[in-house]
């Protein structure tokens, strides 16, 4: 069983930036890749980003390239997601998901390959 809590939500202009967070506990936090999803109302959730379990790979959603960042610490059982060039249209409920794999270099861009879930932290970016 594993625990995530998101955290670093919050309102921003657009072109600010925000800096989120997901803290794990329970089961070994490097047996997991790392993945970060959102939902905007009325919308489907979807991928973001994506970071192997030894950080060593990270893939990105078209509309997250060039401006998002995942990185994680697994000595602090952390996941990061920095977020620069904010447009209104990020504005969503951001989730950090856990896919449990026995391989280094294994990712997956699909919400249903993943075991667990935060409860999500809320964006809002203003025009």
């Known amino acids: 069983q594993v625990q995530l809590v998101e955290s670093g939500g919050g309102l921003v202009q657009a072109g600010g930036s925000l800096r989120l967070s997901c803290a794990a506990s329970g089961r070994i936090f490097s047996s997991y890749a790392m993945g970060w999803f959102r939902q905007a109302p009325g919308k489907d959730r979807e991928f973001v980003a994506v970071?192997?379990?030894?950080?060593?790979?990270?893939r990105y959603a078209e509309a997250a390239k060039g401006r998002f960042t995942i990185s994680r610490d697994n000595t602090r059982n952390t996941v990061y997601l920095q977020m620069n060039s904010l447009k209104p249209e990020d504005t969503a409920a951001y989730y950090c998901?856990?896919?449990?794999?026995?391989?280094?270099?294994?990712?997956?861009?699909?919400?249903?390959?993943?075991?667990?879930w935060g409860q999500g932290t809320q964006v809002t970016v203003s025009s």
């Open positions: 998901a856990a896919d449990m794999t026995p391989y280094l270099s294994y990712y997956s861009t699909a919400d249903n390959d993943y075991d667990y």
């Open positions: 970071i192997t379990r030894d950080g060593g790979g990270t």
